[in-house]
């Protein structure tokens, strides 16, 4: 059960567009549409913003999305804005029916 | 409103127990999976046990099986973490989390509690 590769941190401008990987093998991410991803900013629980690949739960920006190829997945915030600062994980279901968090990243708005 | 509050957190020597409670209201509880997660501070998110809705299926990381046990009361809403030969490194902020209800992801978590291995 290693953890998901996720770089540790990425930055942007108010308004431009971030992408956060997302990498595992083909006995987690890459087997199975069962991503997620959760946004946490410091000292709070984590929050859902993304299942199963690229579904939103009510009340998320669209401007988060997510996708997948192959064992990779990918978060996108488009638009970025300073409440986006935080740090970030990805999840996904495994073969073992357990599940692995990524490494997390820290989302920076200059 | 959907919340959740975990307990039992606390300060425990090595090779000790400890029992973890997650209160849940403002839903059917006995209709969800239920998560447990676990986080140093500062450091990422671990996932550490889930359970069925009925209590049928559990399943555990490998650092934590054969040490901890999840189990659920719903007639009492409540979500248990039973820790037994606790380590230093399973010192965390312990999360309980509500599977969602139509897919893969947590997407109702509490605020945590604090549990502390050390002699």
């Known amino acids: 059960q290693s953890a998901l590769t996720q770089p540790p941190s990425v930055s942007g401008s108010p308004g431009q567009s971030v992408t956060i990987s997302c990498t595992g093998t083909?006995?987690?991410?890459?087997?199975?549409?069962?991503v997620s991803w959760y946004q946490q900013p410091p000292g709070t629980a984590p929050k859902l913003m993304i299942y199963?690949?690229?579904n939103r739960p009510s009340g998320v920006p669209h401007r988060f999305s997510g996708s997948k190829s192959g064992n990779t997945a990918s978060l996108t915030i488009s638009g970025l804005q300073a409440e986006d600062e935080a740090d970030y994980y990805c999840?996904?279901?495994?073969?073992?029916?357990?599940?692995?968090f990524g490494t997390g990243t820290k989302v920076t708005v200059l | 409103e959907v919340q959740l509050v975990e307990s039992g957190g606390g300060f425990v020597q090595p090779g000790g127990s400890l029992r973890l409670s997650c209160a849940a209201s403002?839903?059917?509880?006995?209709?969800?999976?239920m998560h447990w997660v676990r986080q140093v501070p500062g450091k990422g998110l671990v996932w550490v046990s889930r359970?069925?809705?009925?209590?049928?299926?559990?399943s555990y990381a490998d650092s934590v099986e054969g040490r901890f046990t999840i189990s659920r009361d719903n007639a009492k809403n409540t979500l248990y973490l039973q820790m037994n030969s606790l380590r230093a490194e399973d010192t965390a902020v312990y999360y309980c989390?509500?599977?969602?209800?139509?897919?893969?992801?947590?997407?109702?978590w509490g605020q945590g509690t604090l549990v502390t291995v050390s002699s």
């Open positions: 989390a509500r599977g969602h209800s139509v897919g893969y992801g947590s997407d109702y």
């Open positions: 403002g839903f059917t509880f006995s209709n969800y999976w």
């Open positions: 359970i069925y809705t009925d209590g049928s299926r559990t």
């Open positions: 083909s006995s987690d991410v890459g087997g199975y549409d069962r």
């Open positions: 199963d690949v690229s």
């Open positions: 999840s996904s279901h495994t073969s073992t029916n357990t599940y692995v």
